[in-house]
């Protein structure tokens, strides 16, 4: 079987909620929902994060929980240790 790699892109760069009802927003949510992708065979995430009013950000803090969250949430491929870099 040759190998593939699933990407999964859960936000889009400038969707809102009035496009798609589902469009994860806050950090939870996107980790969440980040989870439940790998739990179907996504390899990777394409991360965009929000503002609480769905506006795209850059903010590094907003960034940082987002990936705090994926880094330790359980992850389907590994539940015996928590991903988090040790340098975090």
């Known amino acids: 079987m040759e190998k593939l790699i699933i990407t999964a892109a859960l ?3 400038e969707v809102t909620r009035e496009h798609n009802p589902n469009l994860p927003i806050s950090p939870e949510e996107i980790a969440a929902e980040a989870y439940r992708c ?3 065979g996504a390899s990777l995430i394409h991360l965009h994060v929000r ?3 769905e506006t795209p950000t850059q903010a590094g803090e907003v960034y940082k ?3 705090c969250l994926l880094y330790t949430s359980p992850s389907p491929r590994d539940r015996t240790r928590s991903r988090m870099p040790s340098s975090a």
């Open 11 to 13: 936000t889009g760069a």
């Open 51 to 53: 503002n609480e009013d």
């Open 65 to 67: 929980r987002t990936i």
């Open 38 to 40: 790998c739990q179907a």
